[in-house]
């Protein structure tokens, strides 16, 4: 196949396995949106007791890498439980797939993300969770390790481009180390606003790039 | 790959003519002499007659005169020569003010942003919902210190005509130079300076089924444009470094072959394209519904993915193209889509398909079967949509 994909890759996209919804599902989510490109619906069966997800499916408007790691992650989490299936990483997917175009680690972040963006909906509607954090510098830069950095196909934080990250009143300011017209500089903008906008207690997201 | 490959992507390359090799041939092994060459020997002279011949042949199609075509490496270098011979000729003298549209190819634009920051302005005019850029907002955005205007002749992605009759006539009136990237139109679309005043016209082999690597600039008489590509003196003494023969021979035979009758054709499957695959629910179309190109259908299907849709197609022996963002390199939604004010949902799901003279009816008939089933297959797996 002359393509940038790996034959795991091509065939998890050709055959994506726990395709679907659950109708009757323990919980569920969806990440990202159709404005911001692609989007990953998860959804769980959880046994109480044992906390072991006994089914999982997932939907996908997405690229075929995106669809690989769907169905890849799914395959991973499935059998586990959901303390177990919270630790699954972006990295070990995209390992299971025999690797991805570093352009592409992004979209492979946002299904691990909806696998993990579900068990946390399982956990609060079963009162797993405790009271809402208030954001910290610490939380935003945790956040920023799943902001991808499209030149090499790592996070932005391993990879140095954030310069500076500070909170005051509800005001994220984040400083990039990028010129502001760089091919990419608009792709990281929306990925961080989508990360770091939606906390609960973020008000707004400052983004600035160095020139 | 079990059938033969359909491809519907001449938008981006097309496959060369054995025609157009047979005419080039004779220049690679035989009169392989540059022009430059014509004071030494015989074997240079021919050379330079079979350019000049080729000039001629490719300058009568635009109804221009031999000596305004200078032969350039293709488009992108075309239109990098407009803008930046033009900024470099009048920027001191007259202005540094640049007037281009949103929607415009990546040379034009990326030349723009360049001159950008070397001090120049630069307004970008808006196109309409079907990609059509308003000469009435152009007229307002002219001011005494506009020294070019540069208007496409037809969309690369959407395919959408523009009035560049009326832009030329109005940049001629207001005594601004007027650039236009022909790119995607020459020769499919009628296009003759004698009755568009345009002052620099972009032009490109490698979408008619001639070779990569060469294409011309337009440059009407008495143009001022300074010499960028420094070099020898060559073309005029406009454009440094030896010419291309072969490939401006092949340029001269694709432009010779691309008639009027198949250019009849290609939009005679356009039509079908577009009226068949607009068949699908939820899709509509992208760009004018008749002042587009005659090989362009361009489609944007809701609740999926360009680049999903592209490898299915792949797998079954198409190639097509995708506005997503997920097929860019830069990871950015098609800025045209967005550009007639389209969301990335519909840049994201957007299908180009663009036909050339190895299309066949029957190419035209398998596309509109396959697109719709990998359509379906993707919506089932989509969260979006379901309720609809």
């Known amino acids: 196949m002359p ?8 065939e998890h996209f050709k055959h994506p396995h726990n395709v679907g919804r659950i109708e009757d599902a323990d919980a569920k989510a969806i990440e990202g949106s159709p404005a911001c ?56 997917a995209a390992d299971a797939l025999g690797g991805l175009p570093p352009i592409k680690t992004h979209c492979s972040v946002l299904a691990v993300d909806g696998l993990r963006a579900a068990i946390l909906n399982y956990e609060e509607k079963h009162g797993l969770i405790q009271e809402r ?5 610490e939380e935003i830069r945790r956040r920023l390790k799943h902001v991808m950095n499209p030149i ?21 300011r984040i400083v990039i180390d990028l010129p502001l017209d760089h091919q990419f500089a608009n792709n990281i903008r929306e990925d961080i606003q989508e990360k770091v906008g939606n906390l609960w207690d973020v008000q707004e997201v400052v983004i600035e790039f160095t020139e | 790959m079990l059938n033969r490959l359909i491809y519907l992507d001449n938008a981006a390359a097309t496959r060369l003519d054995e025609r157009v090799l047979d005419a080039m041939k004779p220049y690679l092994f035989d009169t392989y002499a540059v022009a430059t060459s014509q004071f030494g020997y015989s074997l240079g002279v021919d050379a330079k007659d079979a350019l000049d011949a080729a000039r001629a042949s490719i300058a009568q199609r635009l109804g221009a005169s031999a000596e305004e075509l200078v032969f350039t490496s293709g488009s992108t270098e075309s239109s990098n020569m407009a803008l930046k011979g033009v900024a470099l000729a009048l920027g001191a003298k007259k202005g540094r003010h640049i007037i281009t549209s949103k929607i415009e190819d ?4 990326y030349s723009a942003r360049a001159l950008e920051k070397q001090g120049f302005s630069v307004t970008y005019l808006d196109a309409d919902s079907d990609g059509r850029v308003d000469p009435d907002q152009l007229a307002r955005a002219i001011t005494p210190q506009t020294i070019l205007v540069s208007v496409q002749t037809a969309n690369q992605e959407i395919g959408t005509l523009q009035d560049i009759a009326a832009i030329g006539k109005l940049c001629r009136e207001r005594e601004v130079l007027f650039h236009t990237d022909a790119t995607h139109a020459f020769p499919r679309v009628a296009l003759d300076v004698r009755q568009v005043p345009a002052d620099l016209i972009t032009l490109t082999a490698h979408l008619i089924h001639g070779p990569k690597g060469v294409g011309a600039l337009y440059i009407r008489q008495g143009t001022p444009l300074t010499k960028w590509m420094d070099g020898g003196f060559q073309e005029f003494n406009l454009r440094g470094g030896e010419e291309n023969i072969p490939g401006i021979i092949g340029f001269a035979r694709a432009v010779e072959l691309a008639t009027p009758e198949e250019t009849a054709h290609l939009q ?22 008749t002042l587009r190109l005659p090989q362009n259908a361009n489609i944007s299907f809701r609740f999926v993915e360009g680049e ?41 799901g957007s299908v180009r398909l663009t036909v050339g003279r190895f299309n066949t009816d029957q190419d035209v008939d398998r596309v509109t079967e396959a697109l719709p089933d990998v359509i379906a297959n993707l919506r089932a797996i989509s969260p979006l949509g379901k309720e609809l």
């Open chain 1, 152 to 172: 090499v196909g790592l996070d932005i934080v391993r990879t140095k481009l954030v310069r500076d990250v500070s909170l005051a009143e509800g005001v994220v």
């Open chain 1, 3 to 10: 393509l940038p994909y790996s034959d795991v890759v091509m």
């Open chain 1, 133 to 137: 954090m208030p954001t910290t510098v």
């Open chain 2, 268 to 289: 005679a499957m356009r039509d079908k394209l577009i009226a068949r695959l607009l068949q699908t629910p939820h899709s509509r179309l992208n760009g004018h519904p």
């Open chain 2, 308 to 348: 999903s849709i592209l490898l299915h197609l792949d797998m079954r022996g198409f190639a097509v193209s995708t506005g997503s963002a997920c097929f860019s390199r830069s990871l950015e939604a098609s800025h045209v889509i967005l550009g007639i004010g389209g969301d990335h949902e519909r840049a994201h």
């Open chain 2, 106 to 109: 990546f040379p034009v634009l």
């Open chain 1, 37 to 92: 490109g692609d989007m990953v619906a998860v959804y769980l069966k959880v046994d109480e007791g044992s906390k072991r997800i006994t089914d999982i499916k997932f939907e996908s408007y997405g690229c075929a890498s995106n669809i690989a790691t769907g169905s890849i992650i799914t395959e991973l989490a499935k059998g586990k439980t959901l303390d177990e299936a919270k630790d699954i990483t972006w990295q070990q």
